[in-house]
Structure formats: C-alpha cells, structure tokens
C-alpha cells in the first residue's frame, strides 16, 4: 500500500529534533547548546552536544526553512519502507540529497541523532541488521530502508510513520517530542 505525504516539514525532520541556535550555528563555542532531555525531547543543556553535528544541522535547518518546498511518498515494502522525498526547487534538492547521505553516514558510523528518542536509540542500536539504500532521482532522493529481522522492520515503519509523517504534518512542535516504540514491540535478541 502506497501512502503519499504531502510534506510540510523537511525529509529531515526523518532525524531532526533541533531548532535554529543562532549565529554559532549549534557549535559549542558559546558554552551550550541544544541537546536531548532526559524525556527525549529536545532542550537546552550546558555544554551543548550539537557542536560535533554542525554540518548536519545547517543541513536540517536549511531544510526546514524551505518545508514547503517539500514533497514525500511512503511505500511498505518487505522489511521496511521505501520513500521518496523530493523538490522542484534545485536548492532544496541539493539539501535532500546531503541530508540523506549524512543520515546513513551517521547510521553507518553508529554516531546517534535523537539518542533519547526510543525509535531512533533502537534503530541505532541495530543499525548492523538494517540495510539502507540511496538514490538520486529528480529532485531528490528515493531511500530503501529495511531489514530480515521483523521487529526491526517494525522501527523502520515507526520511524517513517510515527516521526517522519507526523512531523510532515506538525514541524517543530513533533520533533520536539519522542517516538514511542511499536506496539508490541518485543526487542531484539
């Protein structure tokens, strides 16, 4: 079944949670910065923890800048979801693309966005049973993400449901809260 999102947010609202910092850019210059609550939800904290993200979140920023700009299309597929996130504008095209390929660098390299967050701290905890694939395509890019393990399947879904299209439709206010788990969700193994 194919769910098409018109987005109102960026793709990178898929691993956002930040809001713009000011002239530092979210470096941890200035002595703190935006970093993840104890609840999941993003705040302020001494001494940052955007600092080494900084690319990243101008990345992200640029992206929910120009949300409108944005369109998304999710697809179920075995083992996960294939998505499609898109712009006319070249610009944010540009800024998809990136944003999208620092996600996988990050899930590659284990380096969590969102730590706090149930789903994300899970995919990244099993980030070596996932498999994620990029394309170009005009105007941005098609990602395929899934996995064999069912239960992970079930973050992936959550993921793109659950924060991604939720935060299509509601901006900062969503990614500003954790993702719950999928109910039932039994861990892994």
């Known amino acids: 079944m194919i769910i098409v999102h018109a987005i109102r947010a960026a793709a990178a609202l898929a691993l956002a949670g930040c809001a713009p910092q000011g002239p530092d850019n979210g470096s941890r210059a200035a002595g703190g910065g935006m970093g993840m609550?104890?609840?999941?939800?993003m705040?302020?904290?001494?001494?940052?923890?955007?600092g080494a993200m900084g690319?990243?979140?101008?990345?992200i920023r640029g992206l929910l800048t120009r949300h409108e700009a944005i369109e998304r299309r999710v697809e179920d597929i075995p083992g996960g979801v294939r998505t499609w996130t898109t712009s006319e504008d070249p610009e944010v095209a540009m800024l998809i693309r990136r944003h999208?390929?620092?996600m996988r660098a990050r899930f590659e390299r284990?380096?969590?966005?969102?730590?706090?967050?149930p789903v994300f701290r899970e995919l990244f905890r099993n980030r070596d049973r996932a498999r994620m694939e990029i394309a170009d395509i005009p105007g941005g890019a098609r990602v395929e993400h899934r996995s064999d393990d069912p239960e992970i399947a079930r973050?992936?879904?959550q993921h793109a449901r659950r924060f991604v299209s939720e935060a299509a439709e509601q901006?900062?206010?969503?990614?500003?809260r954790p993702t719950p788990l999928p109910e039932g969700y039994r861990g892994t193994q």
């Open 171 to 176: 901006g900062m206010r969503r990614a500003m």
């Open 155 to 157: 973050l992936i879904r």
């Open 100 to 102: 999208v390929r620092e």
């Open 37 to 41: 609550m104890e609840n999941g939800a």
């Open 55 to 59: 690319g990243d979140m101008r990345t």
């Open 110 to 117: 284990g380096q969590p966005i969102r730590a706090m967050d």
């Open 43 to 50: 705040g302020m904290r001494p001494g940052g923890g955007m």
